[in-house]
């Protein structure tokens, strides 16, 4: 097989400017902490330092609240929901206008390919904002009675795989039913927040309507513990979901939990494997494998899998890893240190476990943190790597013999986010489908969003669902 060489295609960074150091954005603009202290964000591709950002103290987030509950009781509740969606639709074309910048931006902070922040993350914010904006004037329709209420103050927390896709799928459905939020960005991803916050400004929001408080874990848990709280958004570890659940236990707030998964990408022996092949790299290697709702799990059918496995490893071996800034990279930095020791043990562990491990050939850059993509066959169901998420580019492969052991198998998991199902028969589908347990099922397809459409999950995966009218739901009074 050819294997080209490209010269490189860097996307400039002069677009965007990045700031030494950043404050908190309450109440409509930038302010330096009360209680916080300082930490660095770098760029996980090079280990440079970008900037400094706060971790927000108590006496911040009682700011940020406050704020939040002013903006509340004041200019937003009194709008209508015609005019919360002339904000949003505002928010959607700023967007828009600066999606060149966001997506560098968002690749320099997180690592990922430009490719994918400039043609999937910023154009999937841009329509969730425009989708919401939309539904802000027909909430009397949306099936929740004649005259829904917003909850109030929401908390949201939101994780470092897609930042400023989740600050969109947190804040333009609160914002369209008529909450106010306060917003916390992963530690180690807070950049693109703070630019939204610089797009708040520039679309006038009224102060206090939208909040970010950036920080660590110990930020997180202050906010969602507050008192001035109505609701908690949170998509993040099971972990953390778990806590996070015990904590507000017996209080009002209304909580929606978007928690891990280990997405079963099943492979009938009807499938077009050609298509199939490009499916499962997209299932597990987009975004380096940081997705809650990766097909981290490939089950195929025994009669196809050699042949299926020869297409996936020479597909494999033409993906190239590399600066995420270049316009012809497939796969990117992986977001932290920390992150790339989970999945350096849990690959380790699934070697000590017996599974056999295998990476096409692939220079790792020297600098930053890097892990290349890599396959573990003869994986059984009591494996490690079969069972916990490891949220980074590595795929376990299971085999099965008829449609109901895969399902089976598939289920066999505390996890119930996702599945993919590749068959030529539409039969075989519908019947894979329902017996499922995953909030989405892709059918000839993986990894595919939409704002208009439902996502959740079962089991410990959470609860709740965020996208489309069903999302609404979360930020109403029902
Ligand atoms: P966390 O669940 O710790 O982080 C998610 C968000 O919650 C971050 O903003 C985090 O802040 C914040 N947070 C952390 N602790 C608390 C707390 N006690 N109360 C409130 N908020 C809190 O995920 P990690 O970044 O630690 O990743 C660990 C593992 O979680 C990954 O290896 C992966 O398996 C899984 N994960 C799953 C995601 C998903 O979408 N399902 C997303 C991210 C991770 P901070 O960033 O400062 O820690």
């Known amino acids: 097989m050819p294997n080209f060489d490209y010269a490189p295609a860097p996307e400039s960074r002069s677009i965007v400017d990045i700031q030494p150091s950043y404050g908190l954005f309450i109440g409509g603009e930038m302010v330096d902490p009360i209680d916080g202290t300082r930490f660095k964000t770098v760029n996980p591709a090079t280990e440079e330092v970008l900037s400094e950002v706060v971790a927000a103290g108590s006496q911040d987030v009682d700011r940020a609240v406050d704020a939040a509950r002013a903006a509340y009781d004041g200019a937003w509740s009194r709008l209508s929901g015609r005019d919360r969606g002339k904000y949003l639709y505002r928010l959607a074309r700023i967007v828009q206008e600066r999606s060149r910048e ?165 492979v009938l022996d009807d499938a077009p494997l050609d298509q199939a092949v490009e499916g499962i790299v997209n299932g597990i290697f ?117 449609p109901t052991e895969a399902i089976e198998k598939a289920n066999n998991t505390p996890y119930g986010l996702s599945a993919g199902v590749w068959t030529d028969k539409g039969s075989r589908i519908l019947w894979m489908a329902q017996k499922l347990r995953a909030g989405v099922v892709w059918a000839n397809t993986f990894n595919r969003f939409d704002p208009t459409s439902p996502f959740g999950g079962y089991k410990e995966s959470g609860y709740g669902r965020e996208g489309g009218r069903h999302g609404l739901g979360a930020y109403l009074d029902v």
């Open 102 to 266: 966001l997506a560098v931006l968002e690749s320099i902070d997180n690592g990922k390919p430009i490719r994918e922040s400039r043609d999937v993350d910023v154009p999937l914010v841009a329509a969730h904002f425009f989708y919401y904006a939309g539904w802000a004037d027909k909430l009397d329709y949306a099936g929740f009675g004649p005259d829904p209420q917003p909850l109030g103050v929401a908390a949201q927390i939101i994780p470092w795989n897609f930042p400023l896709l989740m600050l969109a799928w947190k804040i333009a459905p609160a914002l369209a039913c008529g909450n106010t939020v306060v917003l916390k960005p992963a530690e180690t991803t807070p950049l693109t927040a703070l630019a939204f916050a610089d797009i708040c400004q520039q679309a006038d929001l009224p102060p206090g309507v939208v909040n970010i408080i950036t920080g660590a874990g110990d930020t997180g848990r202050t906010l969602v513990e507050h008192p001035g709280v109505d609701k908690v958004a949170f998509t993040g570890s099971t972990e953390v979901g778990r806590q996070i659940a015990r904590s507000v236990a017996g209080t009002r707030k209304k909580v929606t939990l978007e928690l891990g998964g280990k997405a079963a990408n099943v």
């Open 286 to 402: 987009f975004n380096q494998g940081h997705v809650c709702c990766a097909g981290s799990r490939l089950l195929v059918q025994e009669s196809v899998a050699d042949e299926l496995l020869a297409g996936l490893k020479r597909r494999l071996t033409t993906l190239r890893l590399g600066d995420p800034l270049d316009k012809n990279t497939d796969i990117g930095a992986i977001n932290s240190a920390e992150q790339l020791d989970k999945i350096r043990m849990l690959s380790e562990v699934g070697e000590t476990e017996g599974a056999e491990r295998w990476s096409p050939p692939c220079e790792l850059p020297e600098r930053g943190f890097w892990f290349p993509p890599t396959v573990f066959t003869g994986v059984s169901q009591s494996h490690r790597i079969a069972r916990e998420e490891i949220f980074g580019p590595v795929l376990s492969v299971l085999t099965f013999r008829t």
